[in-house]
C-alpha cells in the first residue's frame, strides 16, 4: 500500500505527480513550501573575539574546547574527573590546599605552595633522574608532561590517598611521601601510575590506558634498577613507598574477568599478583636497622600493633576455627604453624572473620595477603583444595567490605568465582558445602545443591 504524508497547506499528491517526478508509488513523499529568497544582506565584519588559550589541562589532553569556568569547568565537572588549569595557578586555587600536601619541608623544597606548572616542572626533574633521559621517554609523557604527568599527580593526592582506610599511612603518603618523591624517579613513576589507574578506572580512555601503561612501566624498571642496587638508608623510604603502591597496583588490573584467573586457565604465573604482596615483608627484614628512622616508623607501629592484637589470640588447636575447614586442613587440638602448612592462614582468617564489619577493620583485614608465606602460596599455585578453600573465605569477607575497600572489585571478587567455579564440582562434599559462604558474598550463583 502506498504511503503519503501530506503537509495541512498542501494538497494531496496524485499518482500522476509520483509518476512526473520520477518517484516510486510506495515512497512516502514529504512537500515544504520553500521560502522565497530574500535579498542578500549587506556584508557585516564579523566582531573581533578574543581565541580561548587558557582553558584547562583535562580539556586540552581531550582536545575539546574548555569554557574556562573557575576553578572547574562544565565539561570537567559534567565527566566528573579533575579539572586542572596549568596557568599559573595554586591547588590552593582550586579548594586545595598545597602546604597540606608538602608540609614537610627538605633542603630542595623551601616552599610550601606549588603552582601547577611549577609542579609539572618538578615532576619532569624528578623522572629525569632516572637512568632514562626526558628525550627518550615516552613523547606523551614528554610532550605532554604539563598535562597527563600532572592530572595523575594531582588526582592522586587529591583522591586516590582519600582510599587508604589508616589516618597515619594516608598522612605519609600526603606529606614524607611526596618528598621523597622528588629525588626518587621510581616512586614518582609509581605515583603517577596509581593516579592514573585510579582516574582510568572512574573515567575509562584510550590516553589514559596507554599513561597507565607507561608510568607502570617505567615504574617497574627503575624499581628494580634501585632493588639491585641494595637496600640502604637513603634508599628504604622511596622503596618502602614504591612496593606498597605497586601491591596495590596488582589487584586494581583493567577488565579483569574470572576466566583469567591461574585456577581456571592453569597458568601458575597468574598468582604473582598475590605473591608480590610479600614484598614488602622482604624489604622490611633488609632495612630492619633502618626503621626507626623511616617516614614509615610512626605508621607501621600502630598498624602493627593493632595487627598483634588481632592475630596472637590462638598459637595452638583449633578453638574457634570452622570445624569442617578444620577437619579439612587435619588441624587438630595440638596443631601449630610448624607442624600444618594451614594453620597460621586459617588461624588469621579466623581472627579477621569475628571482627566487626567496618572502615577500620577493612584496612586490618587487607593484610591477610602480605601475611601469606611462601609454602601456602605454592599450595594454592597447584590449585590445592583446602588452601584454594581458606583463601575464597578470605576474598568472600573482602567482598563483604567493598564499601570500604572498593579495590576489591578489581581483582578479588573476580579471583574468588573462579574458585567457586573452580571447585563446585568438587567430589568432596564438604568443598562443595565450604562454598556457600565465598559464593554467596561474590555473587557467584552455585549451580548444585550442596548436602
Excluded at 21 to 31: D, E, G, M, Y
Excluded at 199 to 205: C, T
Aim: glycine share 6%; charged share 20%.
Amino acid at each position: 500500500m502506498s504511503s503519503k504524508r501530506v503537509l495541512p497547506d498542501e494538497s494531496s499528491s496524485t499518482s500522476a505527480d509520483a509518476d512526473k517526478n520520477n518517484l516510486k508509488p510506495h515512497q512516502t513523499v514529504f512537500r515544504v513550501t520553500l521560502q522565497t529568497r530574500k535579498k542578500p544582506t549587506e556584508f557585516h565584519a564579523r566582531r573581533a573575539h578574543k581565541k580561548s588559550r587558557a582553558g584547562c589541562v583535562t580539556c586540552k589532553n581531550r582536545r575539546i574546547k574548555c569554557d574556562e569556568n573557575r576553578p572547574t569547568c562544565s565539561k570537567c565537572k559534567k565527566r566528573g574527573v579533575d579539572c586542572l588549569y596549568a596557568s599559573g595557578e595554586s591547588l590552593a586555587d582550586h579548594g586545595h590546599t598545597s602546604s597540606r600536601v608538602i608540609s614537610r619541608k627538605s633542603p630542595t623544597l623551601s616552599v610550601s605552595s606549588f603552582s601547577c606548572c611549577d609542579i609539572s616542572k618538578t615532576i619532569c626533574e624528578a623522572l629525569r633522574l632516572g637512568s632514562r633521559s626526558s628525550s627518550t621517554l615516552p613523547s606523551f609523557v614528554h610532550e605532554r608532561a604539563g598535562s597527563m604527568s600532572t592530572v595523575a599527580f594531582h588526582h592522586f593526592l587529591t583522591h586516590s590517598t582519600d582510599t587508604v582506610v589508616s589516618p597515619a599511612v594516608k598522612d605519609v603518603m600526603r606529606t614524607d611521601m611526596i618528598r621523597v618523591s622528588f629525588t626518587s624517579p621510581h616512586l614518582m613513576y609509581t605515583i603517577l601510575a596509581v593516579g592514573m589507574l585510579h582516574l582510568n578506572r572512574i573515567s575509562p580512555s584510550k590516553d589514559r590506558s596507554i599513561a597507565e601503561s607507561t608510568f607502570c612501566q617505567r615504574a617497574l624498571e627503575e624499581y628494580q634498577k634501585a632493588l639491585s642496587s641494595g637496600v640502604t638508608e637513603n634508599t628504604t623510604d622511596a622503596l618502602l613507598s614504591s612496593c606498597m603502591l605497586m601491591s596495590g597496583m596488582t589487584v586494581c588490573p583493567e577488565n579483569f574477568n574470572p576466566l583469567d584467573s591461574w585456577v581456571l586457565t592453569n597458568k601458575p604465573e597468574s598468582l604473582n599478583w598475590l605473591s608480590l604482596q610479600s614484598g614488602l615483608r622482604c624489604i622490611l627484614s633488609l632495612a630492619s636497622s633502618y626503621l626507626p628512622r623511616s617516614i614509615w616508623a610512626t605508621a607501621f607501629a600502630q598498624v602493627d600493633e593493632v595487627g598483634d592484637l588481632i592475630f596472637r589470640d590462638l598459637q595452638q588447636g583449633r578453638e574457634g576455627m570452622n570445624p569442617e575447614l578444620a577437619d579439612l586442613c587435619e588441624i587438630d587440638d595440638y596443631s601449630t604453624g610448624q607442624t600444618n602448612v594451614y594453620f597460621d592462614p586459617l588461624r588469621m582468617l579466623t581472627s579477621l572473620m569475628n571482627l566487626e564489619r567496618n572502615a577500620e577493620n577493612s584496612g586490618h583485614c587487607t593484610s591477610f595477603m602480605g601475611r601469606l608465606e611462601c609454602d601456602f602460596v605454592a599450595l594454592l599455585r597447584a590449585r590445592d583444595s583446602p588452601a584454594l578453600l581458606i583463601l575464597a573465605h578470605w576474598m568472600g569477607l573482602m567482598c563483604c567490605l567493598s564499601e570500604w575497600q572498593p579495590w576489591v572489585e578489581g581483582r578479588i571478587r573476580g579471583e574468588c568465582v573462579a574458585i567457586c567455579m573452580f571447585l563446585e564440582g568438587h567430589g568432596d562434599s564438604r568443598v562443595r558445602r565450604l562454598l556457600r559462604f565465598p559464593a554467596g558474598a561474590c555473587g557467584y550463583k552455585l549451580c548444585q545443591i550442596q548436602g
